[in-house]
């Protein structure tokens, strides 16, 4: 018996897709479970000591930051790695440095809301002049403005302290990152899409850096923001808007049209 027309090609096609083992095609919940096609996340020790280039390798795999949220030694082991590579004196050629510092804010913000905070920022930019945000409630206006619906809704604040918190975590990275370019005459080694990532990200954590408590905090500065947004603290919050080279060297190798100034 003759086989039909593209019988062969449909097994073909179906043997291909299970070896590709590609992350999209195993990314469903099922696959998920079952462990299939899905990068391994290697041991604390292991990330350790991993180059850079590897890191960011294990970073494509979808598991991958979900992997660090569920695990604090594996997150914790990836950052100091990362930032022993950025941390001044940095090792490494600007291509290593500028990947750590982008990728350490990556897995600041992908661990946590801080990500959805930040694919937000365009549209809350948008509604708000980044040069008048001198002030308390301009300030809360913009924040709220990048908060997805899910942490806003989220009662206990946890979600917003802990994306707070991992953006302000983030800065150093961002500074890092901003230094690398100036030193490299502006220009960045990172792709476009990474660039990107890291202005939007720079944008926003550089706005938390210029907030300040100055009356009735509690010590916490997420906590306190929260509570403003939320109208339920007492906290006095002032701003100050960034003036910073580094922040303005990663919007400008982002070509980036928004600025403080």
């Known amino acids: 018996m003759k086989p039909p027309p593209g019988g062969l090609a449909v097994p073909l096609l179906v043997s291909a897709l299970l070896l590709s083992s590609c992350d999209a095609f195993f990314s469903t919940n099922?696959?998920?479970?079952?462990?299939?096609?899905?990068?391994?996340?290697?041991?604390?020790?292991?990330?350790a000591s991993m180059s850079v280039s590897d890191l960011k390798s294990l970073a494509e795999s979808p598991?991958?930051?979900?992997?660090?949220?569920?695990?604090?030694?594996?997150?914790?082991?990836?950052?100091?790695?990362?930032?022993?590579?950025?941390?001044?004196?940095?090792?490494?050629?600007?291509?290593?440095?500028?990947?750590?510092?982008a990728l350490y804010a990556q897995v600041e913000l992908n661990t946590t809301d801080a990500a959805a905070m930040v694919s937000d920022v365009v549209s809350a930019v948008a509604t708000t002049n980044l040069s008048s945000l001198d002030t308390g409630d301009?300030?809360?206006?913009?924040?709220k403005a990048t908060l997805p619906s899910d942490v806003l809704?989220?009662?206990?604040?946890?979600?917003?302290?802990?994306?707070?918190n991992?953006?302000?975590?983030?800065?150093?990275?961002?500074?890092?990152?901003?230094?690398?370019?100036s030193s490299n005459g502006g220009a960045t080694t990172l792709g476009t899409a990474d660039i990107g990532d890291a202005a939007q990200g720079a944008l926003l954590s550089y706005a938390l850096a210029?907030?300040?408590?100055?009356?009735?905090g509690s010590g916490d500065t997420a906590k306190d923001l929260w509570g403003q947004i939320t109208g339920t603290g007492s906290a006095t919050v002032s701003f100050t808007t960034p003036s910073d080279s580094n922040l303005t060297a990663i919007l400008d190798a982002a070509n980036s049209p928004y600025t403080f100034s």
Do not use: H, M, R
């Open 138 to 143: 301009n300030i809360i206006t913009f924040l």
């Open 30 to 47: 099922l696959f998920q479970k079952a462990g299939l096609g899905q990068q391994k996340t290697p041991s604390a020790s292991t990330l």
């Open 153 to 164: 809704s989220d009662s206990s604040g946890a979600k917003f302290e802990a994306a707070v």
């Open 210 to 216: 210029g907030i300040s408590i100055t009356a009735g």
């Open 63 to 101: 598991s991958f930051y979900s992997d660090l949220s569920s695990d604090s030694a594996k997150k914790t082991a990836v950052l100091d790695n990362l930032s022993g590579v950025f941390t001044p004196p940095a090792s490494g050629g600007a291509a290593t440095v500028q990947e750590a510092a």
């Open 166 to 181: 991992a953006l302000i975590s983030a800065q150093s990275a961002y500074a890092a990152l901003g230094q690398s370019i």
